[in-house]
Structure formats: C-alpha cells, structure tokens
C-alpha cells in the first residue's frame, strides 16, 4: 500500500522497485541457505523423489549434484500443470539422473525412495503445508512406508494461518494452476479444478529453511519471532491478522 506512504507516482514506483529487488536479493540469499543447511541429509546412493516445480528443491538438488554426491530423483508428472516439463530438464542439464513416473505410480516406486523432497507454497502456523495437489497423498504413502518427508521452505513462506481441513483452503483464496491437455469429459460431470492440497505437520518428518532445520512444532516459535521482529521495526500493535497466501 505504498499510495498512503508516498506523496506522488514516480516516488511511489520507486518504493515499488526498491520493495522488489529486496525481495529478490531475499529470494536468493534465503534459497543459498536452505540449500545449504540441506546437504548433510543428502548422501550417495540416495533415491528422492520429487513432486511439483520448486527453485528452492532444484537448488537443493544440484548443489548435492555440484559436491559430487550420487544419487538418483524420481520426478512426478505433477498434474494439472504438468510441472515436470520445468524440472526435469534443469536436472538432466545438472547430470543428475532422473526417472519421471505418473502421478498415480507413487505408491509404486515409493518402497525403493530414500527421502520425499517437496516445497511449498505456504507454512501454516501448526507445521504444516500448503502445496501442490498431490503432495497430501504422495506424504501419507510415504509415512505408510516409513519414509522421511522433507520440505524445503522460505521463512517468508510463514503464514499465521491454521487450516483444519482441505475445505479451509477455499478461504485462503489460492490462485488454481492452468490445467494442460484436459480429457473431454461430458458436460454434466462437474470439474473439481483444486491444484493445492494441505499436508498436516504430522506427516512432515522436518522442515529445511533459511532459519534452519526445524520439526513442524517448532515452526509456531519461529513464527512468533518472526511477526515480533516486523511488528518492533515497523512500530505497530502486536496483533497481527492472518495473511493468505500470495
């Protein structure tokens, strides 16, 4: 809301690219890292499966790749936008060997994955995710299998929000992705567009971010420094609302 700072255009358009390239350098700096507070969970031999596209999970992956560790990532079609045609190419460009599977061959291959690598588009306040449909099951296969799930996040990912269910993600207002190479289906069947999902912190082994490792639990305490920190720059009561997801 730079208007209500600002006195005129070319100011406001200034705050804007400032605000912008601050965010930018934030990006980069917090996904270097994510990538390297990562590494030591990574080791030759190791079987990761991927799901969705994620800058910070590639960077992840190939600074493994850079440091010469030997391992093999499992890729999902990653439907309805198929993400797989973003992330695969940069992996293959990296070395790394990849194997692409249909979304619904998760369960399939999950008893020969190492680890579930994943990012996400939201934290909640509780530990858990939000993040591309799918992710909700391909965490409930792997704990069935006994299987770490790791996720790779932004602190700026943070969100004081707590959806119970997978209805309460309707209030957060997320943006579907674009469905690709849809079926024909006939016009009385009623389409469910949903692309995000939730995934409790129970089923989260930990969390990989620029603050840290962290347990889903302690994911509340940092939020808590988090907002106290912006509230004690900007000067502004302690109350904070709930922010949704951009």
């Known amino acids: 809301k730079t208007h209500l700072d600002t006195p005129d ?7 804007l690219i400032e605000r912008g390239e601050r965010y930018g350098q934030m990006s980069i700096s917090s996904r270097q890292k994510i990538a390297h507070n990562s590494q030591r969970f990574i080791s030759d031999g190791a079987v990761i499966l991927a799901h969705g596209y994620s800058r910070v999970v590639l960077q992840v992956l190939i600074e493994a790749a850079k440091r010469n560790v030997n391992f093999h990532v499992i890729v999902t079609e990653s439907r309805p936008d198929n993400s797989w045609r973003h992330t695969v190419p940069l992996l293959v460009e990296h070395g790394i060997p990849v194997t692409f599977i249909f979304d619904a061959g998760v369960s399939v291959v999950m008893d020969r994955v190492s680890m579930v690598l994943v990012g ?10 939000v993040n591309k449909i799918g992710t909700y ?3 409930i296969v792997a704990r069935s299998l006994k299987k770490p799930f790791y996720v790779v996040a932004e602190s700026y990912k943070f ?3 707590y959806p119970l269910t997978q209805q309460d993600l309707s209030l957060l207002k997320l943006r579907n992705h674009k469905i690709e190479n849809l079926p024909e289906i006939p016009s009385s069947v009623k389409l469910d567009p949903s692309s995000h999902d939730y995934t409790p912190p129970s089923l989260i082994t930990l969390l990989f971010t620029d603050l840290g490792v962290l347990t889903p639990s302690a994911v509340s305490d940092e939020l808590i420094k988090l ?7 900007n000067n502004i009561p302690k109350k904070s609302p709930s922010h949704p997801i951009p």
Request: glycine letters at 10%.
């Open 227 to 233: 907002y106290y920190q912006n509230q004690m720059h």
């Open 159 to 161: 969100l004081r929000t």
């Open 120 to 129: 996400a588009e939201g934290v909640v306040e509780n530990g858990g995710i």
């Open 9 to 15: 255009f070319n100011t406001c358009k200034d705050v």
């Open 137 to 139: 099951q391909i965490a």
